[in-house]
């Protein structure tokens, strides 16, 4: 019967974790889909921003481009982006092992730096060799996820920005997981700064400028707008990811749960009935010793 009971036990347990990650799922589904919304919303905008901040970064002088201009790379940061609690699968493991490999393969040699946007970045950086926080830049960037704006996100942009004005920084890179669908997430490594200029070198595809009310306000508000912005669908995209992942990672453990509970269920129904016909067995054959 101590068997019996400790099945009981581990049923009932089983049973409050599938409650759990049953709600879980049921949260991040209806958080999925406001995140979903707002990045599908604002992913033609910031690509089609990207594309004319290329173009017209091709068009000026690096001179007259302050975050166009290309440095031998010495100091690099990294901007990387997870989130701020578990149980979403492999979503922040993959980021850290992404940042882990490009610092063994692009920026070996380099003085790299993290920016942490996010408590699971934070928390594995301290077992990071050659690189560092830098919370000089920024303090608790984390905090970004308790009230994702634009307005706060700037914040964050422009932070970085003057730090690669300055000089402090000769390269800017995000680190991050696109969104695709609610199982997918698409591992990016992109370039912030400097400015890349656009992929193809063909000449009739630049677009020719014509600058309204000039060329100086134009360098001074679309192009930091553009690199605001570029952060902010980074953000957007990590966000709807999150939640993404974490709808996939409950709805698996909810799955594994079920299975588990039947399969301990189906267990303690036969430890049961062997118990009982122990039992029967015995009365039977207490009867038959009276009778004899």
Known sequence: MANLKEIRNRIT??????????????VSAAKLKRAQDAIT?????????????????????????????????????????TSNRGLCGGFNNNIIKKIKTILSSEYKGCNVSILTVGKKMKDAIKYMENVKSDDSIYAHPEEIWNDLTFANSCKIAEAVMNAYTEGKYDKVVLVYNSFKNAAVQIIKNEQFLPILPPETSNDASVTDYIFDPSKEEIVKDLIPNSLKVQLYKALLDSHASEHGARMTAMHQATDNATELRNSLQLTYNK??????????LEIVGGAEALNN
Do not use: C, F, H, W
Not at 271 to 280: F, Y
């Open 271 to 280: 430890a049961r009935q062997a118990a009982i016909t122990n039992e029967i």
């Open 13 to 26: 347990s089983v049973n409050s974790t599938m409650q759990i990650t049953s709600a879980m799922k049921m």
């Open 41 to 81: 919303q604002m992913r033609p905008y910031a690509e089609k921003l990207q594309e004319i901040l290329s173009n017209l970064s091709s068009s000026l002088d690096t001179s007259e481009n302050k975050y166009a201009q290309e440095r031998q790379v010495k100091n690099v940061l990294i901007i990387g982006i």
